[in-house]
DNA sequence: CCCTCGACGGGAGTTACTTCA
DNA sequence: ATTGAAGTAACTCCCGTCGAG
């Protein structure tokens, strides 16, 4: 757990509906400027107990920034943990000074969001590898009309892996499709695009690849 | 106009508790 | 008195959406 360096005000900036914030003349305040910690009117430093309704009593509060030492923080919490205990939610919000319920609902926010960039990321990888097995294919289509077209000795299949001569034992013929391809070949040497990918996210895709293999009859495609 | 992000409403799932046959 | 099913409340999560900035 981090320790809030000793905040003794956190910098929360409002919109509070109804107040106007510029009116055109200078010397009102400006919305950026308001700090949820200095209510008017004698408000205490938390800014928890407010409720849904401005000091006022206007419309309710709609929209708070987090300050960036709050973002940092429940990022740094976040990576720690995707999800919260309502103890570990309780002393997060009160450590941030917001409601529970605020925290709660950035960590449900952070984790829809984190899991459609991760879904985009996927989306983009398997585009990306899709071409290269396209172009792998067309490779190998070529390759076998040479072959077909010489209609002599044995083939000889360079390794994608390590360029060496492959034995023609190992090329089989998906009985489905029709295309040549080798019982060597693996994810990983069809050279997928992204190597650099996190653990998690090469785990998401390999169940993922596994699962669309598992529904073609030819485990080799 | 588009994007980001804090907030909300609603639905679904889970758990603890109560009521009743 | 005990037990199991049904009902209910509280809570959490996810999803879709809104809207301020």
């Not at 205490?44 to 419309?59: L, T, V, Y």
């Not at 000074?97 to 952070?110: A, D, G, I, S, Y």
């Not at 097995?133 to 077909?148: A, G, I, M, P, Y």
Request: glycine share 6%.
């Amino acid at each position: 757990m981090a320790v809030l360096p000793n905040t003794t005000c956190l910098e929360l900036t409002i919109s509070i509906p109804g107040l106007s914030s510029s009116s055109g003349e200078g010397g009102g305040v400006s919305m950026k400027d308001l700090d949820i910690n200095q209510i008017p009117s004698g408000g205490e430093e938390e800014c928890m107990e407010d409720e849904d309704e401005s000091p006022n009593g206007g419309p309710p509060r709609k929209k708070l920034r987090l300050t960036k030492e709050q973002s940092r923080l429940l990022e740094e919490s976040f990576r720690q943990n995707h999800t919260l205990n309502p103890k570990q939610k309780e002393a997060l919000a009160m450590q941030l000074k917001l409601k529970p319920r605020q925290v709660e609902v950035w960590f449900q926010n952070r984790r829809a969001r984190s899991k459609l960039k991760q879904t985009e990321m996927e989306c983009e990888y398997l585009k990306r590898w899709f071409g290269s097995l396209t172009e792998q294919n067309r490779r190998l289509q070529k390759e076998v009309e040479e072959l077909r077209a010489m209609k002599v000795g044995p083939p000889t299949v360079i390794s994608l892996h390590n360029s060496e001569p492959l034995p023609a034992s190992t090329l089989t013929m998906c009985p489905r499709c029709e295309r040549v391809t080798t019982t060597a070949t693996t994810v990983q040497d069809n050279g997928g695009p992204t190597a650099g990918n996190s653990v998690s996210a090469n785990r998401t895709l390999s169940d993922k690849v596994a699962f669309v293999r598992s529904r073609h009859p030819s485990a080799a495609c």
